[in-house]
């Protein structure tokens, strides 16, 4: 998620919409769009939401996964797996 100003800005067109169940159990409908993301060297694809204006950038467990990091809960950073996991 980022703000949709940002998005916009970016080139990233909407393409559906879709519920979104937040943190605090709130429920919000947001639209969405496509994109080739990059995290640490490591491209991959998928859906970025269009948040409201001011709202802190998130990076979505899923995106991490595809190209192979996971939180590490211990010491707070990201961490590569050896291998990504298709199971």
Known sequence: MAASSALSRA???PVGRESY???????????????QIEVMGEITAGRVIFGPEGV????????????????DPASH?????PAVPLK
């Open 11 to 13: 080139g990233i067109q």
């Open 21 to 35: 169940e937040m943190a605090d159990g709130s429920v919000h409908e947001y639209r969405f769009g496509l994109a």
């Open 56 to 71: 802190e950038p998130i990076l979505g467990v899923t995106v991490l996964e595809s190209v192979g990091l996971i939180v």
């Open 77 to 81: 950073s990201l961490r590569r797996l």
